[in-house]
């Protein structure tokens, strides 16, 4: 074994590694995705994990858009369908259908949520000043789930709020960990 081979595996700080793919910051970074005909992104610092879509196992009397819940190694992840929690685009899985844990920083701990989306897009890097404010339009998804906007080549992104996907409909939270 050569340790020199293995020192230079290790990411220094501000280098990340995700499933693979090397990168160096050099700002903020989202990991985008595809929410019905819209892009979204969240700060790719809170990604736990991408999973492909498996149906969870449903728990009574939850918010309307927690569909069930995942055994994660151990911790009960809530599933939530951003279609349903921002009322988008029909509710249908496909193939490309992934689930995007988070690990949200709450008040009182961190907590894991898996989000079902239509399709993970791409890591987006933008600096803070990128991120220009967001503008409610009817129609839209509300303004508390959104942090920003953000302009990738001729397409705008929507950065979501984190402490806001944690808040489910009848604001009360679901039971977990």
Not at 7 to 29: K, M
Not at 62 to 81: F, Q
Request: net charge negative.
């Amino acid at each position: 074994m050569n340790l020199q081979n293995l020192i230079n595996d290790v990411p220094v700080e501000g280098e990340y590694t995700l499933e693979g793919l090397d990168f160096i910051t050099s700002g903020d970074q989202y990991l985008s995705f595809k929410l019905a005909e819209e892009c979204y992104a969240v700060d790719i610092l809170a990604v736990e994990e991408i999973r492909s879509w498996q149906e969870p196992t449903i728990i009574p009397n939850a918010p309307k858009e927690v569909i069930g819940v995942i055994n994660m190694r151990g911790t009960i992840v809530p599933i939530v369908d951003l279609r349903i929690k921002f009322n988008v685009g029909q509710v249908s899985y496909t193939p490309t259908t992934v689930v995007i844990v988070l690990a949200i920083d709450t008040v009182d701990a961190l907590r894991k949520v898996g989000f079902v989306v239509d399709a993970v897009e791409d890591v987006i890097n933008a600096k803070a000043e990128e991120v220009k404010p967001y503008f409610e339009l009817s129609g839209g998804i509300a303004s508390r789930f959104v942090e920003g906007q953000i302009n990738v080549n001729q397409a705008i992104v929507t950065v979501v709020n984190l402490r806001a996907l944690h808040q489910f409909n009848d604001q009360s939270e679901v039971a977990y960990e």
